[in-house]
C-alpha cells in the first residue's frame, strides 16, 4: 500500500488522529500541498459514495467535516505560499434568525475539498450581507443555509436583495437545511437546494464546470 492510498484509505476510514498526522508528515516533509488537497479530494468522494449507499450517515459527514476542517487549515498557509488557482469561488452563511452551522460546515469543508475558495460569512446573516459580499468577492455560488423553517422567509428576502441590488444574474444560489425541499426552493428563489452536502458540492462542480 502505498503512502497515498493509506491516507486516502486512512481518511475515508474518518480515523481522525492517524489522518491529520499523516497528513502533517507530508507537509512537514515538503510534498506539494495539492497533491495533498486531490487526496482529501479522493477520501471525499468515498465518503459521499458510503453515504449514498446507506453505510455513512449524517453523524458520519459531521466526522469527516471535522476532520477535513483540521486537515484544510494545515493546508491553506502553503496553498497561499503556492499561489494556487481555486476551481471557483463560493459565499455561504445561515440566513439571519438562524444560528445552525453543522450542516454548513461540513459543506464547506467539503467544498474546500473539492477545490474551492468558501468566504463563510456565518450564522444569523442578514441579507445585506450577502450583497456586500457578492459585490466584494466575485462567486460563482452563493449558499445559504437554515435549519429552521422561519429561515425560508430570510432565504427569501436574501434572494429579492440581491436581485435589486442587480446581482442575481450573476450567482447561482442554493439552499440547504433540514427542512428544505423543492417547494421550499420554488418559494424562495433559489436555482437548487441540496438535500446532502455531496449533492452541494456536485450542483457547485456543475455549475463552475469542475466535472
Known sequence: ??????????????????AIRIAKERLEAGEDPLKLVEDCREAMKIVGKRFEEGTYFIADLIM???ILKKITEMIKPKLKKAKVKYLGKVVIGTVEGDIHDIGKNIVISMLEANGFEVIDLGVDVPPQKFVEAIRKFNPQVVGMSGLLTLAF??????????KEAGLRDKVKIIIGGGTVDEKVKEYVGADAYGRDPVIAVSLAKKWVGGE
Do not use: N, P, Y
Open 153 to 162: 422567509d430570510s432565504m427569501k428576502r436574501t434572494v429579492e436583495a440581491i
Open 64 to 66: 469527516a467535516g471535522e
Open 1 to 18: 500500500m502505498s503512502k497515498t492510498e493509506s491516507f486516502v484509505e486512512v481518511l475515508a476510514d474518518l480515523k481522525e488522529e492517524e
